[in-house]
């Protein structure tokens, strides 16, 4: 099967990961696998994992140049010849929308997010299966959408259990970590995802600062990357840590390759979002794996990860007193088991034998019109 994957870019991200993961595990199982993007420093992997890449300008939320970059999209489908089409954003989606309407390839959708529900937002139900990694997702497209049923997929995203194993961490990596953010002796707090105002790192600052009398030894470490249009929302994080004076007790460590070793530094991993709750919540999963607990947001796909006082705890958006208590407890109780549930419900092999299956359904439906 020659399977095409389409995104908007190939920069940091869950979507992104999962996208070069199932690049690699369909040439492992002797599928062609090919990926469309803007570009992004993830291309290398996809080549380097023996799929191919192909640059299209599929980001640009531009309507002027819409017909255009379709057109693009169309000379490229042509040129790939693939049996089947997977589009994971919107523009992506609406571009193949329009560049497959003679074509007819067939198309699946992944749906990773609660975007506004909108017309514009509804191109992630029209594939000819719709996938969703969460049942939070599943339920939220099929409430506000209509979708039936019977082209609803729910495959939650899968970990790689050799790149997320305690017993396979890079121990010098992990020392330089430790030393380069003096961690020793100290109670690490992580929080891992881009700098943006969903993740609401603002909301684990303050939960710091109230419990830092009770957890003196407490380290907040936020590992993710800035976005230019985020600047000033990291700048006021900044900001806030040292208004708080928590210089000592929280550092920014930018972007990360190593997750899994950071994963392997810390005692407890937050997940925080706010406002708009995780798809999925990839971070949660892999930090599970690594026997990390979590607490997280009680919203979105943490509500299919996360189980009260046995991998974690889940605490109301925005409530950071609450993510105080929580922290305390985390520093108290230490859970067991994490691994093996995690890779039992979220492994990726999982992921990829489901993700198949999906393509194949819609071929053999394909076959029979």
Request: charged residues 25%; proline residues 4%; glycine residues 8%.
């Amino acid at each position: 099967m020659h399977i095409l994957q389409i995104l908007p870019a190939l920069d940091e991200g869950g979507v992104e990961r999962g996208t070069v993961e199932l690049n690699r595990e369909f040439v492992r199982r002797g599928h062609v696998s090919t990926v469309i993007s803007s570009g992004g420093r993830m291309v290398s992997t996809v080549e380097r994992e023996g799929g191919r890449h192909v640059t299209l300008e599929v980001k640009s939320k531009n309507p002027l140049t819409a017909l255009a970059r379709a057109a693009a999209l169309r000379r490229a489908l042509v040129a790939i010849q693939p049996d089947l089409i997977h589009f994971r954003s919107r523009v992506p989606g609406w571009l193949v929308r329009l560049a497959n309407r003679s074509l007819r390839l067939p198309v699946v959708s992944t749906v990773h997010g609660f975007n506004s529900v909108s017309a514009y937002s509804r191109i992630m139900t029209m594939g000819e299966r719709v996938i969703c990694p969460s049942t939070a997702v599943l339920d939220f497209v099929r409430a506000h959408y209509g979708t039936p049923d019977e082209r609803l997929r729910l495959i939650p995203r899968g970990i790689d259990p050799q790149r997320f194993d305690p017993a396979r961490t890079d121990t010098a990596f992990m020392a330089d970590f430790r030393r380069r953010f003096e961690l020793e002796g100290r109670f690490v707090v992580l929080g891992v995802g881009r700098i943006t105002q969903l993740k609401g790192y603002d909301v684990l600052i303050d939960a710091t600062a109230a419990v830092r009398e009770r957890l003196p030894t407490i380290k907040t470490v936020i590992v993710g990357g800035v976005e230019p249009a985020r600047a000033d929302y990291a700048q006021s994080l900044h900001e806030q840590v040292r208004r708080l004076g928590l210089d000592e007790h929280v550092v920014f460590a930018g972007s990360q390759s190593q997750v899994a070793e950071i994963y392997a530094c810390a005692h407890v991993l937050v997940s925080g979002n706010q406002a708009k709750p995780e798809a999925f919540g990839r971070s949660m999963a892999e930090a599970l794996a690594m026997d990390c607990p979590v607490i997280a947001t009680r919203f979105g796909g943490a509500l299919d990860i996360v189980r009260e006082g046995v991998n974690g705890w889940l605490v109301e958006p925005g409530d950071a007193a609450q993510l105080a208590d929580r922290l305390v407890e985390a520093s108290r109780h230490t859970l067991t088991g994490l691994r093996e549930d995690a890779l039992a419900r979220f492994s990726l092999d999982q992921m990829v034998e489901k993700t198949l299956a999906v393509y194949d359904e819609v071929l053999a439906a394909r076959r029979t019109e």
